[in-house]
Structures are given as C-alpha cells and as structure tokens.
C-alpha cells in the first residue's frame, strides 16, 4: 500500500484507488494528481491500495479486497490484512474510492445509502448514474461510514484513468479543497437502487460462453431476454434496470438487477463538512 498526501496537516480526505489489481485507473489517477502538483485548502490522502495485485495485474491475490472489509490484522489472506491496514490509513476521513468495470463505458458513482454527503457531492461529478448498493454492500468499503466509490470506466482503458483524474478533481473541489476551482454542478442524475442479482451458471473454465443482450440503465421488460449462457436463454421475470451486466465481469453472476428510485435534481446546495458531520 503506498500513501501519499496533498497539503499539510491532517488530512480529512482521502482517495483509494487501485483496490483491485486489475483496475489501474485508481493508480493513475492518484499519480496524475500528484504530478498535478495542486494547491489544495484541506490536506487530502492519497492511497493506492492493493500493490501487490498491481504488479501481478489480477484482480487480488488470495481474496476480493473488496469484499474483505473490515480485514483482519491477523487475517489469513494478504487482502484481510491489507483491508485492516487500509481502514486504519483512513480513519477519519471522507472517502472517494476509485474502480473500473467490463461492464459500461461512462463513469457511475455508488453509495451505500443516498445519504446527505452523496446528494452534495454526486451531483458535481460527471457521472451518468448514482447506485444505491444498500443490502449488497457487506465486505465492501462502501459499507463504511463517509465513502463515495466511482466506476470511472471500462478496466484497463485510457478513458478510465483520464475519467478518474477528473472525477477526483470534481469530488475536491465539490468538498471545498482546491483553492482554484468552484465546484461547478452537472446536472440531475438519475437514482437507481441495486434489488437481486442475476445469476448465472458456473463449472469449469471454458464451459460456458456467457452473452449479454441488455444495456446498463436501460430498462429490461418482463419477458425480454437478456444474456444467454451457451444455449440456455435468461428472460425477465419482471422489469428492472441492469446495473454492472457484462458477460465476464462476474464469476457466478451476470450483474445486478435495479429500480429507480429517483432524481438527484432539486437538492441545494450544503457545506460538505457539515454534511459529513450529519452521518
């Protein structure tokens, strides 16, 4: 885990990024804010995550990093470890943590809850969603308290890491840290709340050839098919709004069934401090 920080004193804000090994836009973002060289008014950490997975370029080494949190200092698995190392490196903090996925192009944020500190911060960031991950957050860090995560892109593409740089510089200057730049307010986001994951069949590597048919945020209805594993069709049972579907990004699921729950487009706006004060 390598740590890094913007300003002096201690900092209040912290970005995570490249907690899995194969999403180095997390990494690049974090080392272009560096290299940026930015006058910040509050002190920011800067946390590159799971390293060892980085050099590797696998998604963990032992366990999803991701699923692993709070960790263990005595864990068995290096990613238990490092999940206890990381939470204490941000203890205190208000947190954007940085991913990518096989699954959609454009940037999407995630929350646990759409809470006070979401709806003053996602509506500065240039993404086409906000998810609420609510009963499937469990191991995640956004389970913690005071955590926005972002998918900035499709793993392992240019576009990802140039998105993460500029969400990273959105989230600061949304949260009131860079001294030259106003937060500037996008526009409404839809609100979409994760319900059920779609499962898919599993066996050996190489046994399935999985295919999707559905778009992310785009609303299947009841019947439609929407991914097919070899030659065993999957239809909807009810409508819903696909969230993280890809083929392959997923072991045993094809992603995420979602309903939409709303807009983030008349919200005013508040002090970030004293939002994060509310949580």
Request: hydrophobic share 40%.
């Given at each position: ?5 913007l ?12 907690i ?11 080392e272009?804010?560096?290299e ?17 997975a ?32 990381l ?13 990518s ?14 809470d ?8 500065y ?68 709340r ?19 048919f ?12 929407y ?48 939002a994060?004060?509310?949580?």
């Amino acid at each position: 885990m390598r740590v890094e920080q913007l300003g002096e004193g201690d900092p209040e804000l912290a970005i995570v990024g490249s907690i899995h090994g194969d999403e180095p836009c997390g990494k690049r973002a974090i080392e272009g804010l560096l290299e940026a060289d930015l006058e910040v008014t509050r002190p920011v950490k800067l946390v590159i995550a799971n390293e060892a997975a980085l050099e590797e370029n696998v998604r963990y080494l032992e366990e999803d990093l991701n699923r692993a949190f709070p960790g263990d200092p005595d864990g068995d698995t290096h990613e238990s470890r490092l999940a206890h190392r990381l939470l204490q490196e941000i203890r205190g903090c208000t947190v954007f943590s940085l991913h990518s996925t096989q699954s959609y192009a454009a940037p999407f944020a995630l929350v646990d809850d759409l809470d006070p500190l979401a709806e003053t911060v996602v509506p500065y960031l240039t993404v086409e969603a906000v998810v609420e991950t609510g009963k499937f957050s469990e191991g995640r860090l956004i389970e913690q308290a005071d955590v926005i995560e972002v998918e900035c892109g499709l793993q392992g593409s240019e576009g990802a890491a140039q998105n993460g740089y500029l969400l990273c510089t959105q989230f600061l200057a949304g949260m009131g840290a860079l001294a030259a730049d106003e937060p500037r307010r996008v526009g409404d986001v839809p609100v979409f709340r994760l319900e059920r994951q779609l499962p898919k069949p599993t066996g050996v590597p190489g046994q399935y050839e999985y295919e999707v048919f559905a778009a992310n945020f785009e609303r299947v209805a009841e019947g439609s098919t929407y991914a097919r594993a070899n030659d065993e069709s999957f239809v909807a049972d009810r409508p819903f709004y696909p969230v993280l579907l890809s083929a392959y990004g997923y072991e045993d699921v094809f992603g995420y069934g979602a309903s939409l729950v709303g807009r983030l487009d008349e919200h005013p706006r508040v002090d970030p401090e004293a939002a994060t004060e509310q949580r």
